[in-house]
């Protein structure tokens, strides 16, 4: 025999207005008999089918953000203005299971006028090239614009239905101080308006510069809300990145690299080279200035070889590449040729590059400290700053041992990390496309590290990254994020390659006295992850990298 209805559901079917219940995805999952009577559509109709069906197409956007107002289709055809406040239902988890509530037809006509003009409003949004966004304390975001999918790939539904997913996905080095700022406009005493520049991980692995410009509104009569507009900012963070590290390195370079150092006006065309630079090419009695700066460098450069090094300055100029890097041949002033490295990044205005700057290195010093095509650190550099940091580790211990203070700042990772289906892109789409798969790779590396931390190309598409002031926990943790990064499909002319990584990680809690001992457990745990498909395996205190984190 069929169940009787409890009194709660006897209750439903007999209220007047229609109460309307959707899962997480918005499909129909229970409604009264009031709803027939309200929109003309059979309740056996409608279950099952997406609500979103019944709403007009220019509401739905600002129905899923988290506007209750919308026009609902009824049966004949003919559009009403509906209010729909849905309350949302989650799990142990916060994540929204199911949403409910009371549909009600707005009948006043200026009522109905005010929702039209803020519809256009709410429609206005979607054309500003942000994610518009409002949040209260305790509940999250209330309303939050469609341009959240276009900008960092996650669904509105996504978003809205975990109320700490912000939080969640913030860079991990920048998620400190963004808590700060957010913790005290929830907190404030008074209304103002404030802004913040975080990175923040997009659902392909991308990490997306952010500047927020907020307005926290305090009412004593409701609840702490915030207002605001996300901009991505990435193209401007990453020109400002480049301009402060080349900074460090010109000056670095200046007292021990030996490297040349140059900076070019390319509104006046004027060119400045330091000393060194005119010791690289032998014009050490020519002046600093130039100014007619590329006609100095193309008197420089080796006819056979004017073509490749105006490919490379022109594409970083153009936007296809955040900086340069290109080897040629140069002829010296004592009339021999010489191989040289030519590298730097250009400041942008208003689209337009108005400055450049960078260093100039005499490759047979240079020797394989970097690598050509990848413009990382390679073997030599590596073993050198790894072994500082052994160094470092052993007499931080050493001064434990003598009960003298021991600071966290001297532990240290190492990741070996290798392509999983370098060969197939390889054998399939040929070495020019692995090449830039290999300089992708390379910069979504750089994308996940931190400046005190080290990125190399050891050889063909193996990869190592020493991560310093870190514990065994935080490298593991660092290791999923840069799995996760490369996992994303990569773009690469009109192809979209998809190469994960298999990555082993070794920290300074194993004890290892050198190099060559890292190097190898960090390989023999990258082996592990390798040959059991976990994307990630921490070697394990016991030596066991077999014991160690699985990635999926």
Known sequence: MPAHPTPSEELLQLLPDAVVQTDALWNITYLNPAWHKLTGHAVEGALGRSLLEFVHPDDIGTLRSGMPVFRLRRADADYRWMRLQLQP????????????????????????????????????????????????????????????????GYSVE????????????????????????????????????????????????????????CRVDVDPDRPTRMIGLMIDVTRQKSTE????????????????SNDGIWDWNLQTGVLHVSQRFREIVGLSDTGSLHDDGWHFLQQLIDPDDHERVQTAYRRHLSGHRPNFSVDFRARHGSGRLVWLNWRGV????DGMAVRMAGSLSDLAERGSSYDALTNLPGRPLFRDRLEHAIALHQDSVSKAADALPRGDTTMFAVLLLDLDQFKAVNDTLGHHVGDQLLQQVARRLES???????????????????????????????ARQMAAALAAPYRIGPHAVTCSASIG?????????????YLRAADAAMYQAKSHGLGVCVFS??????KGTGFT
């Open 89 to 152: 239902k989650t799990d142990a988890a916060s994540r929204v299971i199911s949403r409910q509530g009371v549909l009600i037809e707005l009948t006043e006509l200026t009522e109905q006028v005010l929702m039209e003009v803020r519809q256009r409003f709410l429609r206005l949004l979607e054309t500003i090239d942000g994610v518009v966004w409002e949040a209260e304390l305790g509940v999250g975001n209330t309303f939050l614009s469609p341009q959240v999918e276009r900008l960092f």
């Open 158 to 213: 996504e978003w809205r239905s975990d109320p700490g997913f912000w939080r969640a996905h913030v860079h991990p080095d920048d998620l400190p101080a963004a808590l700060a700022i957010d913790d005290a406009a929830y907190h404030a005493t008074h209304s103002y308006a404030y802004e913040m520049s975080y990175r923040l991980m997009a659902k392909s692995g991308e990490v997306i510069w952010v500047r927020d410009l």
């Open 241 to 256: 990145l480049e301009l402060v590290q080349s900074d460090n390195r010109y000056a670095l370079a200046t007292r021990g």
């Open 346 to 349: 250009a400041q942008f205005e």
């Open 448 to 478: 996940c590290v931190r400046a005190v931390d080290l990125v190399a190309r050891m050889s063909g598409d193996e990869f190592n990254v020493l991560l310093e002031s870190v514990d065994h926990a935080g490298a593991a943790e660092r």
């Open 505 to 517: 990680v070794v920290s300074s809690q194993a004890g290892f006295a050198t190099t060559d001992g």
């Open 541 to 546: 205190e016991e030596g066991d990298p077999g």
